[in-house]
C-alpha cells in the first residue's frame, strides 16, 4: 500500500526491515484567509487565500521473526522514519504522484505480542502538492512515473517541439509558476530576438542577443541562461508560466531549424 522513496528515485525495500505499509491518509489542504475589515463596514474584504503545507498519516505492521528481531526491525525504522529526513510517499494505489516528507512527531508501536505491532506515524509536506514521480521530458509512454490524469480530448501531448506554434499540456491542478515551481523550457538552434510568446496567459519572454546552430537557451526558473551563462540583462525580464490545462505558444525570431522543451512535473492537490 506505501512506498518510501528516496530523494534520488530508489525505493526503500520495506521488507528488509519487517514493514509492511498498510493505509495512507492524506489529509485535505489547509487554507489561510487574509481578511481586511473598515470600521462601520459589514463583513470584510477578502484579500487572498493561501495553502499551508499538508499533513499524512500512514499505517504501518512491523513484523519480526522473534522477540530479538521485532527490537532490531524497529530501530531500524526509527532510523528510517528519524524526523530530520526528508523522502517520498507514494500509495500504491495512486503510484504515480509522491509527497516529499518528514516524519511530523513522536510515535509509538502499539504492541500485538512479542514480534508484532502496529505503527502509525503522521508525516509533513512543506507542500500542499503532490507531485508527479515523472517530468515531462521522462517516458510518457509508460505510467510507472507519469500520468495524465485530466480529460485533455484527442489532442497530441508532446513537450519539445520544432515548430513556430504549438500547445503545451499542464495536466496540474494548478498553473506552474517557476517562481514557486520546477520549471526549464530549453532552446536549441539559430534565433536572433528570440521571443516566447504564451498566448493563453499573455505572457511574453524576449531576448535581444542571438544564438547559432549549437547553442542553447535556457530558461529555468527565474534565470535566462545561453550555454549555461547568464543572459539576464539582455531580455525583457519576464516570465513564461503554464496554466492549467492548454497553453498555446508563439516563437518569434528563430532561423533553421531549432527546438524547444518543457520540462516540469506536475502538481496535484
Given at each position: 500500500?506505501?512506498?518510501?522513496?528516496?530523494?534520488?528515485?530508489?525505493?526503500?525495500?520495506?521488507?528488509?526491515?519487517?514493514?509492511?505499509?498498510?493505509?495512507?491518509?492524506?489529509?485535505?489542504?489547509?487554507?489561510?484567509h487574509e481578511?481586511?475589515?473598515?470600521?462601520?463596514?459589514?463583513?470584510?474584504?477578502?484579500?487572498?487565500?493561501?495553502?499551508?503545507?499538508?499533513?499524512?498519516?500512514?499505517?504501518?505492521?512491523?513484523?519480526?521473526?522473534?522477540?530479538?528481531?521485532?527490537?532490531?526491525?524497529?530501530?531500524?525504522?526509527?532510523?528510517?522514519?528519524?524526523?530530520?529526513?526528508?523522502?517520498?510517499?507514494?500509495?500504491?494505489?495512486?503510484?504515480?504522484k509522491r509527497?516529499?516528507?518528514?516524519?511530523?512527531?513522536?510515535?509509538?508501536?502499539?504492541?500485538?505480542?512479542?514480534?508484532?505491532?502496529?505503527?502509525?506515524?503522521?508525516?509533513?509536506?512543506?507542500?500542499?502538492?503532490?507531485?508527479?514521480?515523472?517530468?515531462?521530458?521522462?517516458?510518457?509512454?509508460?505510467?510507472?512515473?507519469?500520468?495524465?490524469?485530466?480529460?485533455?480530448?484527442?489532442?497530441?501531448?508532446?513537450?519539445?517541439?520544432?515548430?513556430?506554434?504549438?500547445?503545451?499540456?499542464?495536466?496540474?491542478?494548478?498553473?506552474?509558476?517557476?517562481?514557486?515551481?520546477?520549471?526549464?523550457?530549453?532552446?536549441?538552434?539559430?534565433?536572433?530576438?528570440?521571443?516566447?510568446?504564451?498566448?493563453?496567459?499573455?505572457?511574453?519572454?524576449?531576448?535581444?542577443?542571438?544564438?547559432?546552430?549549437?547553442?542553447?537557451?535556457?530558461?529555468?526558473?527565474?534565470?535566462?541562461?545561453?550555454?549555461?551563462?547568464?543572459?539576464?540583462?539582455?531580455?525583457?525580464?519576464?516570465l513564461i508560466?503554464?496554466?492549467?490545462?492548454?497553453?498555446?505558444?508563439?516563437?518569434?525570431?528563430?532561423?533553421?531549424?531549432?527546438?524547444?522543451?518543457?520540462?516540469?512535473?506536475?502538481?496535484?492537490?
Amino acid at each position: 500500500m506505501i512506498i518510501v522513496e528516496q530523494s534520488d528515485g530508489v525505493q526503500y525495500d520495506l521488507e528488509k526491515i519487517g514493514l509492511r505499509g498498510l493505509e495512507l491518509i492524506v489529509g485535505s489542504p489547509s487554507p489561510t484567509h487574509e481578511q481586511e475589515t473598515i470600521q462601520g463596514r459589514d463583513g470584510f474584504i477578502d484579500m487572498g487565500t493561501t495553502y499551508g503545507g499538508r499533513t499524512l498519516t500512514g499505517r504501518f505492521h512491523i513484523k519480526g521473526k522473534d522477540a530479538e528481531g521485532y527490537h532490531r526491525y524497529k530501530h531500524a525504522v526509527y532510523r528510517l522514519f528519524n524526523g530530520k529526513t526528508y523522502f517520498y510517499l507514494i500509495n500504491k494505489k495512486d503510484p504515480n504522484k509522491r509527497w516529499r516528507v518528514k516524519t511530523n512527531g513522536a510515535y509509538t508501536p502499539e504492541r500485538a505480542n512479542t514480534t508484532t505491532a502496529i505503527i502509525e506515524i503522521e508525516f509533513i509536506s512543506d507542500s500542499p502538492y503532490a507531485e508527479s514521480r515523472g517530468t515531462t521530458l521522462g517516458p510518457i509512454e509508460t505510467d510507472e512515473t507519469y500520468q495524465i490524469t485530466a480529460d485533455y480530448s484527442d489532442q497530441p501531448i508532446k513537450y519539445t517541439f520544432t515548430e513556430t506554434s504549438f500547445s503545451v499540456w499542464n495536466d496540474s491542478d494548478i498553473a506552474i509558476d517557476p517562481r514557486e515551481h520546477y520549471l526549464v523550457i530549453e532552446y536549441e538552434g539559430e534565433s536572433t530576438d528570440l521571443t516566447i510568446t504564451n498566448t493563453t496567459t499573455g505572457e511574453e519572454w524576449s531576448y535581444t542577443g542571438s544564438s547559432g546552430s549549437n547553442d542553447t537557451i535556457t530558461l529555468d526558473g527565474i534565470r535566462s541562461l545561453k550555454n549555461n551563462l547568464t543572459i539576464f540583462s539582455d531580455t525583457n525580464r519576464k516570465l513564461i508560466t503554464l496554466d492549467e490545462g492548454w497553453n498555446d505558444f508563439e516563437l518569434s525570431g528563430t532561423s533553421g531549424s531549432f527546438s524547444i522543451s518543457f520540462d516540469f512535473r506536475f502538481l496535484y492537490i
